[in-house]
């Protein structure tokens, strides 16, 4: 499956990353039984960390994307690593708000006020991490802004996705471009003029989709050609590669099991005498792993044999 195209101009002024995460975002509000609201929220957030991940350098790299504040919806979270594999979950499912005066959903105002924590484990002793403040809480324009700041990257998101009249996914994808070094005045001044006119991202989108026998890739092009259709050739994007966005969770039992390790041995114990046993849940997709009360001793037994 291919749903990204990676990209860069005739001049090697700036790259893209164009992406239809449709199938990913359906996915997820599915899992999580999400609103159009919290689907919305979720499906920017995981779009945005797809692409933001295959910008890493080795496949098991790994990002997380944490958008925390203090609206109703409290916190969207994804984690993203090198092969295109993302999860992630919205603490509030529910959330839902009127339309905003322009008819779109409200995102901005289901997160409030807050921050964005982007952190990196890149295999190093310590992972790295940058914070800003909420420009609008909008995912794309907050993405913007932290590599600005943080990466001091001339970047740009569009980030978006459309629920149907069945509250359903029609539609999800972003575009990500970023300037690269000595990028040409003129590719500059020709996406200034790009960005400023076009539609949101989810319109060339439901356009694109309409089209009968375009393989996947043939689609993507199509897609690009669409948006990029009165840029100059020299500063037209050309096709580099194919990548892929996908959703996939690597909860385990193994894991679980080495979480609830971490209580320690007197809430183990308590676990298996009141409760008989313990039951972990996986907050990206919903998995539950339930644990017995001699499972639970037989971990207080190991952890103790390991203080000795």
């Not at 890149?122 to 909420?134: C, D, N, V």
């Not at 009968?212 to 043939?218: D, K, N, P, V, Y």
């Not at 609830?260 to 298996?272: E, S």
Request: net charge negative; hydrophobic share 35%; glycine share 12%.
């Amino acid at each position: 499956m291919a749903n990204t195209l990676v990209g860069v101009d005739h001049s090697g002024s700036y790259r893209i990353y164009l992406t239809d995460t449709t199938e990913l975002v359906q996915t997820a509000q599915d899992i999580h039984h999400a609103t159009p609201l919290a689907t919305a929220g979720l499906g920017r957030v995981l779009t945005g960390t797809g692409i933001m991940s295959l910008l890493l350098k080795k496949e098991d790299d790994r990002m997380t994307v944490n958008f925390r504040g203090d609206g109703p919806a409290g916190q969207i979270l994804a984690v993203g690593r090198g092969d295109g594999c993302v999860k992630g979950y919205i603490a509030n499912p529910d959330v839902d708000l009127p339309l905003k005066s322009n008819g779109k959903l409200d995102v901005g105002g289901s997160l409030g006020d807050g921050e964005l924590t982007v952190i990196k484990d890149l295999g190093l002793k310590e992972p790295w991490s940058g914070t800003i403040a909420f420009v609008s809480g909008e995912i794309a324009e907050d993405l913007t802004a932290y590599y600005y700041v943080s990466e001091q990257q001339n970047t740009s998101f569009a980030l978006g996705v459309r629920i149907g009249t069945d509250s359903r996914v029609e539609c999800a994808g972003g575009m990500f471009i970023q300037m690269l070094p000595d990028a040409r005045e003129g590719a500059i001044e020709a996406l200034e003029a790009l960005l400023g006119s076009m539609p949101p991202i989810t319109e060339s989108l439901r356009q694109t989709r309409g089209q009968a026998g375009l393989s996947e890739e043939g689609y993507l092009e199509s897609l690009r050609d669409r948006i990029f259709a009165d840029v100059p050739a020299e500063y037209f994007p050309r096709t580099l590669e194919f990548r892929e966005i996908r959703w996939q969770c690597d909860c385990s039992r193994e894991k679980m099991k080495s979480a609830l390790a971490t209580i320690g041995i007197k809430d183990l114990r308590q676990l298996a005498e009141e409760d008989k046993g313990a039951e972990l849940g996986c907050q990206f997709c919903g998995s539950k792993y339930r644990f017995s009360e001699a499972e639970l001793t037989d971990m207080i037994e190991t952890i103790k044999g390991g203080k000795q």
